[in-house]
């Protein structure tokens, strides 16, 4: 709502299969079965889409049936044509990859100045956003570019056309992870509430956003009591219900108190409690100028929707440099933000040229960089929110100076 009172176009597309963006706009969207869901505009400048990844799957899946179908017929491998849609949709992170590529492809039509993408809760987010690499790994070892390649040169015309639409995926899907790490164009914005058991999952959160290279622009704390003025007479003789209210807005600014501590150079931003449930435009454009700043320079705290851009939160990439000695003898140290909840999840591995970081629930696969390859892990070490993994030159693969050093 705020960048469209800034005469700023927004697509707002949601990912929530359980189809709750429709509920909140008071707004029923068609849902034709077999289709793909269109975009309705419910504003001049506002348009909104709920992204049916069903659909997408079964028109996607058709769309690559009738391109292997083109290339003829062959006696070996599978007959995807004999397949129906819906058997695929029991493999993993196949609907969220393509409800990706759908917003990725809306993003990439500069038709609108802002994509806002409502997603589901953190958990099922954090799967959506681990997808691409995921499926970028996995056919980086199963069948590797070079062995593609030699595919679309061979006299397997079903074969060749595979590995063409094999080589579009890769490229979707690699332009879907490349807008994620993108922190000039994506940023996240964690909606949470006061309660105690939200706080740690908050910091998981931007732990998990910190190890997949998202920049977390802001911290929403939704539903927080608005203030009441203090009772005229004797405390004792108020009602409880107002005591009880005080003192459920004392323990929410506590949690948000301990939440601003935990997360330094993020925005607090609050959202008070509307009394009746926000739902249609006119209610849900009332709660967006209700947002406020729970930072103690209201002044000077960015608001949300006042800037777009916002806040550049530190990247997730590593950054590598030599710490120490020459050839041989050489320490270099990889450094990367990751302010880590629960050090005792923190684990690493190596895999070829890979490092496998996870921590807080969440892994990745980081390809190392060239100098490192040659490397051993010598050791690892969290500081003050950053991970820290040292490398010393392996003798068997570093090259040797002129003096055999």
């Known amino acids: 709502m705020s960048y469209a009172r800034a005469a700023q176009t927004v697509l707002l597309a949601s990912l929530d299969q359980a189809h709750s963006l429709g509920d909140a706009l008071g707004f029923r969207f068609p849902h034709d079965p077999g289709t793909v869901t269109g975009i309705t505009r419910v504003l001049p400048g506002l348009d909104v889409i709920e992204v049916d990844s069903l659909a997408l799957l079964e028109d996607r899946f058709r769309d690559v049936t009738r391109m292997l179908?083109?290339?003829?017929?062959?006696?070996?491998?599978?007959?995807?044509?004999?397949?129906?849609?819906?058997?695929?949709?029991?493999?993993?992170?196949?609907?969220?990859?393509?409800?990706?590529?759908?917003?990725?492809?809306?993003?990439?039509?500069?038709?609108?100045?802002?994509?806002?993408?409502?997603?589901?809760?953190?958990?099922?987010?954090?799967?959506?956003?681990?997808?691409?690499?995921?499926?970028?790994?996995?056919?980086?070892?199963?069948?590797?570019?070079?062995?593609?390649?030699?595919?679309?040169?061979?006299?397997?015309?079903?074969?060749?056309?595979?590995?063409?639409?094999?080589?579009?995926?890769?490229?979707?899907?690699?332009?879907?992870?490349?807008?994620?790490?993108?922190?000039?164009?994506?940023?996240?914005?964690?909606?949470?509430?006061?309660?105690?058991?939200?706080?740690?999952?908050?910091?998981?959160?931007?732990?998990?956003?910190?190890?997949?290279?998202?920049?977390?622009?802001?911290?929403?704390?939704?539903?927080?009591?608005?203030?009441?003025?203090?009772?005229?007479?004797?405390?004792?003789?108020?009602?409880?219900?107002?005591?009880?209210?005080?003192?459920?807005?004392?323990?929410?600014?506590?949690?948000?108190?301990?939440?601003?501590?935990?997360?330094?150079?993020?925005?607090?931003?609050?959202?008070?409690?509307?009394?009746?449930?926000p739902v249609g435009l006119g209610s849900l454009q009332a709660l967006s100028f209700g947002v406020d700043s729970a930072a103690s320079d209201a002044e000077t705290a960015p608001m949300l929707g006042d800037n777009p851009a916002e806040v550049r939160t530190r990247s997730g990439e590593p950054v590598v440099r030599l710490e120490s000695g020459t050839g041989l003898h050489s320490v270099y140290a990889m450094r990367m933000h990751l302010p880590v909840v629960d050090p005792a999840t923190l684990r690493l591995g190596r895999v070829e040229d890979d490092l496998i970081v996870g921590a807080d629930g969440v892994r990745r696969r980081l390809r190392l960089a060239p100098v490192l390859r040659r490397c051993t892990v010598d050791d690892a070490e969290l500081d003050s929110g950053y991970l820290v993994v040292r490398f010393r030159p392996d003798p068997d693969v570093w090259p040797l100076t002129p003096e055999g050093r």
């Open 69 to 277: 179908s083109a290339g003829g017929a062959h006696d070996h491998g599978i007959d995807l044509a004999a397949l129906d849609p819906a058997e695929l949709t029991g493999l993993p992170g196949v609907q969220e990859l393509l409800m990706l590529v759908e917003i990725a492809q809306f993003a990439d039509e500069n038709e609108w100045d802002v994509v806002v993408v409502d997603c589901p809760p953190s958990a099922d987010m954090l799967r959506i956003v681990t997808a691409p690499d995921t499926l970028l790994g996995y056919l980086e070892r199963v069948w590797p570019p070079h062995a593609r390649a030699m595919s679309t040169i061979g006299t397997d015309l079903r074969r060749a056309v595979l590995a063409a639409t094999v080589d579009r995926i890769v490229k979707a899907v690699g332009e879907v992870r490349d807008l994620l790490a993108d922190h000039d164009r994506t940023g996240a914005r964690l909606v949470t509430v006061a309660e105690r058991v939200a706080l740690a999952e908050s910091g998981r959160v931007r732990s998990a956003a910190a190890l997949l290279g998202l920049r977390l622009d802001a911290v929403i704390v939704n539903k927080v009591l608005p203030p009441m003025p203090e009772p005229s007479g004797p405390a004792e003789e108020a009602h409880p219900a107002v005591h009880w209210y005080h003192n459920r807005r004392a323990e929410q600014f506590d949690v948000i108190e301990a939440l601003g501590k935990a997360m330094r150079d993020i925005p607090v931003l609050i959202a008070q409690h509307t009394g009746a449930e």
